[in-house]
């Protein structure tokens, strides 16, 4: 069965630091991999994903992840924290083929200090 | 429409009520996928429509849940004699023809509170 782990619930940077949020899966056959943002009170919202090809993945606002398969990893990283980055943050795993269903970690709730 | 629409965006509804989830998804987006997400939990999977054809029911938590699609457009998500364990947030997805890497767009939620 597949599922996914994201290390730290809460997770806290200082504007213009780093931001690393950890994600790691298990799944028998290679996956496709997503990062998920979700603002309060709104929807998820793509942020990148890994389907095929190029491990390191670009996505919106500056975000990126790279793809390790021999960690079994997929962590989300921003070299700079902007404050507009805080919310939650979900790491989720789709299996090649015919499931669809997207199955997701717990989230990290990332906040952003002055 | 521009994203995926649900609708109320709230609900709240007495323990033993009925209760309707509207979901209208990107129009023309094939596949469509509803979640239910707990307070501090990430969402978890209920069901998923290719078209009108509900093609994996296997997260309905019970037989008081049931979900149709009946012109491979809007959906409804219904819950029967509500109990309180069904306060969550349910969010909707759709996603543009049938790759499974197709990415899912989500709605920004039903909100349901159940007294």
């Known amino acids: 069965a597949q599922s996914v782990t994201q290390l730290g619930s809460h997770v806290s940077v200082s504007e213009g630091a780093l931001v690393l949020l950890r994600c790691n899966y298990s799944?028998?056959?290679?996956?496709?991999l997503f990062w998920y943002v979700q603002y309060p009170n709104q929807g998820l919202q793509l942020l990148l994903k890994?389907?095929?090809?190029a491990t390191l993945v670009k996505g919106i606002n500056g975000f990126e992840a790279e793809f390790k398969k021999s960690e079994t990893s997929f962590h989300l990283t921003k070299p700079s924290a902007h404050m507009s980055d805080a919310a939650e943050y979900f790491c989720?795993?789709?299996?090649?083929?015919?499931?669809?269903?997207?199955?997701w970690g717990l989230g990290t709730s990332l906040a952003v200090n002055p | 429409g521009a994203g995926v629409s649900q609708s109320p965006r709230y609900k709240v509804a007495k323990r033993g009520q009925d209760v309707a989830l509207r979901c209208d998804p990107i129009?023309?987006?094939?596949?469509l996928f509803w979640y239910q997400q707990a307070l501090g939990q990430g969402p978890e999977f209920l069901t998923y429509?290719?078209?009108?054809?509900?093609?994996?029911k296997s997260g309905l938590p019970s037989d008081r849940f049931f979900a149709e699609r009946p012109e491979g457009s809007v959906s409804t998500l219904k819950i029967q004699r509500t109990q309180q364990e069904d306060s969550a947030v349910y969010l909707c997805?759709?996603?543009?023809?049938?790759?499974?890497?197709?990415?899912?767009?989500f709605g920004d939620g039903t909100r349901l509170s159940i007294l």
């Open positions: 997805a759709s996603s543009a023809r049938t790759g499974d890497n197709q990415p899912q767009h």
């Open positions: 129009s023309g987006h094939v596949s």
């Open positions: 429509f290719q078209n009108e054809a509900q093609l994996d």
């Open positions: 799944s028998s056959v290679p996956p496709y």
């Open positions: 890994y389907t095929t090809g």
């Open positions: 989720a795993v789709s299996k090649a083929g015919n499931n669809r269903k997207l199955i």
